[in-house]
């Protein structure tokens, strides 16, 4: 059984359309976060969730919204998308945001390819 | 400048040496401090977990903090070509408030030739 599990893996779209990706986390954890990784490898946070309440929005555009329906899933829909969203986006979780239940367990990441 | 500083590499070792990584860091406030390993089109996975100062000894992995210093080192012991990964530090500052943000490094792509 995957951990945390996102879809979909690969993700090519136009520029200009709106997609989601989907996050699923099986480990009964209370926070939830998207990461992206660019071209460099660099990972960056972009959002996490405690108990489905926005903790962290790290400067990110206005066209990412994420949505958290309950505590096991946490969604990244992206309107008007642009050439420079095209990276590998992660998905993680952790039980809470104490030491030491803050590890953090990542999924296999959505390959996103804007054209 | 970034907050925390990684050797791209790539760095190429025979089977059985020693892989020795590392990371600098800027912020002061950091008091966790992560190893993940990161395979080709996989996420990222957690080797070691450090809290402040001190060495942790995991297997084969010996993870180092060195606070006053702001280094953080990674060592592999008797390497193995399934080692060839890109290694990724992280650390935190873990204040609730903060909400458990991970500053990544960019990676090391380590290469261990049977």
């Known amino acids: 059984d995957t951990a945390v599990s996102q879809t979909p893996k690969y993700l090519v779209t136009q520029m200009g359309n709106d997609k989601s990706i989907k996050c699923e986390q099986n480990?009964?954890?209370?926070?939830m976060y998207w990461y992206k990784q660019d071209s460099k490898k660099f990972l960056k946070i972009m959002f996490s969730?405690?108990?489905?309440?926005?903790?962290i929005n790290e400067t990110v555009p206005n066209r990412f919204s994420p949505k958290s329906p309950d505590k096991a899933h946490l969604n990244l829909h992206i309107n008007s998308l642009e050439l420079g969203d095209s990276a590998v986006y992660f998905c993680?979780?952790?039980?809470?945001?104490?030491?030491?239940?803050?590890?953090?367990?990542f999924g296999a990441g959505t390959r996103l390819s804007v054209l | 400048q970034k907050e925390v500083e990684q050797d791209p590499g790539p760095l190429s070792v025979p089977e059985g040496a020693i892989v020795s990584l590392n990371c600098t860091y800027s912020?002061?406030?950091?008091?966790?401090f992560m190893w993940y390993r990161q395979y080709s089109r996989k996420g990222p996975e957690l080797l070691m977990y450090t809290y402040s100062s001190g060495n942790k000894e995991d297997g084969r992995f010996t993870a180092q903090v060195d606070k006053s210093s702001k280094y953080i080192s990674l060592f592999i012991r008797d390497s193995q070509p399934s080692d060839s990964a890109t290694y990724l530090c992280a650390m935190s500052d873990l204040i609730k408030a903060a909400g458990n943000k991970l500053t990544f490094g960019g990676g090391t792509r380590v290469l261990v030739k049977p």
């Open positions: 912020n002061s406030a950091f008091q966790y």
């Open positions: 480990l009964g954890h209370d926070t």
């Open positions: 993680a979780s952790s039980q809470d945001l104490q030491h030491p239940r803050n590890i953090q367990y």
């Open positions: 969730y405690n108990n489905k309440e926005l903790i």
